[in-house]
């Protein structure tokens, strides 16, 4: 049986792949605040991640926040708040770095495996052409190069992993209540199934790469 590890599975997004994968048969081990992980909080990353015991054939990394708790993302360079940027880069950036940090243990080497991040097409800087939103944007911009470089790590060691980050669209959550704006959404569920088609189709020449849940890639 496939064994699956979901780093943020009672999120929207998370929780819609946890499920997806457990009614296709997959062993799916969950961490989440549930189980004591706060993305700020390095002492729990490394004393969460410890608990966990592969070798697993997928890790989902499904976490991140748009904006502090109370405030939103950023109109202008003018609005930029230190702390708040702090805290959104601690989230976003250095929580799933820590996370990715420790992964290589939980990966079978003489198999394929697949290591996926959930990033945003607003981390793209070469799809950027509208500015504003600069924290949420600079932390995916920073996520991308910590998978790019954890692709590259891994893939020394084990042969056969394939690590990506991946954009899953504009998804129907508390987390784009009041942002989506004209963008169509999709529920979890749908957005779920299409980034698991998406990592099916992963050969190891796509490791290190940046795709949305179309499979096509996104500009850096």
């Given amino acids: 049986m496939e064994r699956a590890l979901v780093i943020g599975a009672t999120g929207g997004i998370g929780g819609a792949l946890a499920a997806r994968l457990v009614g296709r048969g997959v062993a799916v081990t969950g961490l989440s605040r549930a189980e004591g992980l706060e993305l700020g909080d390095p002492a729990s990353i490394g004393r969460v ?7 697993f054939d997928l890790v989902l990394v499904a976490t991140g926040i748009l904006a502090p ?4 993302p950023e109109k202008s360079l003018g609005a930029i708040e230190a702390g708040a940027m702090a805290e959104v880069m601690a989230v976003n950036a250095i929580g799933p770095a820590l996370i990715l940090s420790q992964v290589a243990r939980l990966l079978p080497r003489e198999r394929r ?3 996926a991040v959930l990033s945003a097409r607003v981390g793209s800087i070469g799809d950027n052409r ?5 924290s949420y944007r600079a932390s995916k911009a920073a996520l991308n190069q910590i998978v790019r470089g954890a692709a590259i790590e891994l893939g020394r060691t084990h042969g056969h992993a394939i690590c990506v980050a991946l954009h899953p669209g504009t998804v129907a959550t508390r987390f784009t209540t009041g942002y989506a704006g004209r963008h169509p959404t999709v529920p979890p569920e749908e957005a779920a199934g299409r980034l ?8 190891s020449a796509q490791s ?3 795709f949305d849940h179309e499979g096509r890639e996104v500009p850096w």
């Fill in 130 to 134: 509208l500015g504003g939103w600069h």
């Fill in 113 to 115: 495996s697949v290591v």
């Fill in 196 to 203: 698991l088609a998406v990592i099916e189709g992963l050969g």
């Fill in 49 to 55: 991640m410890a608990s966990a015991e592969g070798p």
């Fill in 208 to 210: 290190g790469g940046f």
């Fill in 69 to 72: 708790a109370g405030k939103g």
